[in-house]
C-alpha cells in the first residue's frame, strides 16, 4: 500500500492560487510552492504536475470560485446594471482583505518572458473568453431594446473589461476600493447615451 497523502490537496491548491495571484507566474519559484503549500517536489510533481500544470490548476480554481460575482452580474435584466455589477465586482475582488490585491489574470502574466509564453497565452484566452461573455450579454441586451443605440456591443464590453484591467493594476499598486468605485462611478458616467 502506498504512503497516505500528508496534506490536503484543496489547501495546497487554494495556496498555490494565492501565491500567483500575489507574485505571478515567473515570480514565484518552486520553493515559494512547496514552502507555501507545505508539500515536497515530489508530491507537487505527483499531484499537480509541472508549475505550469499548477497554475492552470490555480487559475480555473480562481475562475470558479473567485469569478461568481460576474456570471452572477450577466443575469441582471439591464445592461447598465450589468456593466455596474461587473465593474464593482472586480474592484471588490481585487481589493478584499480575503485576498491578494489585484487579479490573478492581470498579476499572473502582467509581465512574463518568452519561457512563459504558453502561461501568458491562456491567461489571454481566459481574459477574451470573460470579455466575450460580457459582449454576448450586451448584444442580448441589444436584441431586447435595452442597449445604446450608438454603441457596439462588442466595443462596450472591450472598454469595461479595460476598466477593470486597469482597477487591477491600480489595486495592486496599493488604490483601495474607495478609490477604485470613483474610478467606476467616472467611467459609468460615460455610458452611451
Given at each position: 500500500?502506498?504512503r497516505?497523502?500528508?496534506?490536503?490537496?484543496d489547501?495546497?491548491?487554494?495556496?498555490?492560487?494565492e501565491l500567483?495571484?500575489?507574485?505571478?507566474y515567473?515570480?514565484?519559484s518552486?520553493?515559494?510552492?512547496?514552502?507555501?503549500?507545505?508539500?515536497t517536489?515530489?508530491?507537487?510533481?505527483?499531484?499537480?504536475?509541472?508549475?505550469?500544470?499548477?497554475?492552470l490548476?490555480a487559475?480555473?480554481?480562481y475562475?470558479?470560485?473567485?469569478?461568481?460575482?460576474?456570471?452572477?452580474?450577466l443575469?441582471?435584466?439591464?445592461a447598465?446594471?450589468?456593466?455596474?455589477r461587473?465593474?464593482?465586482?472586480?474592484a471588490?475582488?481585487?481589493?478584499?482583505?480575503?485576498?491578494?490585491?489585484g487579479?490573478?489574470?492581470i498579476?499572473?502574466?502582467?509581465?512574463?518572458?518568452?519561457?512563459?509564453?504558453?502561461?501568458q497565452?491562456?491567461?489571454?484566452?481566459?481574459?477574451?473568453r470573460v470579455?466575450?461573455?460580457?459582449?454576448?450579454?450586451f448584444?442580448?441586451a441589444?436584441?431586447?431594446g435595452?442597449?445604446?443605440d450608438a454603441?457596439?456591443?462588442?466595443?462596450?464590453?472591450?472598454?469595461?473589461?479595460?476598466?477593470t484591467?486597469?482597477?487591477?493594476?491600480?489595486?495592486?499598486?496599493?488604490?483601495d476600493r474607495?478609490?477604485?468605485?470613483?474610478v467606476?462611478?467616472?467611467?459609468?458616467?460615460?455610458?452611451?447615451?
Amino acid at each position: 500500500m502506498g504512503r497516505p497523502r500528508e496534506f490536503d490537496v484543496d489547501e495546497a491548491l487554494q495556496t498555490a492560487m494565492e501565491l500567483f495571484w500575489r507574485k505571478g507566474y515567473e515570480g514565484t519559484s518552486l520553493t515559494d510552492l512547496t514552502e507555501g503549500m507545505g508539500i515536497t517536489r515530489p508530491s507537487l510533481y505527483g499531484f499537480f504536475g509541472n508549475k505550469e500544470e499548477l497554475f492552470l490548476k490555480a487559475l480555473d480554481r480562481y475562475e470558479q470560485n473567485q469569478m461568481v460575482f460576474f456570471r452572477e452580474a450577466l443575469e441582471d435584466p439591464k445592461a447598465r446594471s450589468v456593466a455596474e455589477r461587473v465593474l464593482k465586482g472586480y474592484a471588490d475582488l481585487q481589493t478584499s482583505e480575503c485576498n491578494p490585491n489585484g487579479c490573478l489574470g492581470i498579476n499572473g502574466a502582467l509581465a512574463c518572458s518568452e519561457a512563459a509564453a504558453e502561461i501568458q497565452k491562456c491567461l489571454i484566452e481566459s481574459r477574451r473568453r470573460v470579455e466575450q461573455a460580457l459582449a454576448d450579454r450586451f448584444e442580448r441586451a441589444d436584441r431586447e431594446g435595452d442597449f445604446p443605440d450608438a454603441c457596439s456591443p462588442i466595443d462596450l464590453a472591450r472598454y469595461i473589461m479595460t476598466v477593470t484591467q486597469g482597477t487591477a493594476v491600480q489595486a495592486a499598486s496599493g488604490a483601495d476600493r474607495a478609490a477604485l468605485y470613483k474610478v467606476i462611478d467616472m467611467a459609468l458616467q460615460c455610458w452611451p447615451k
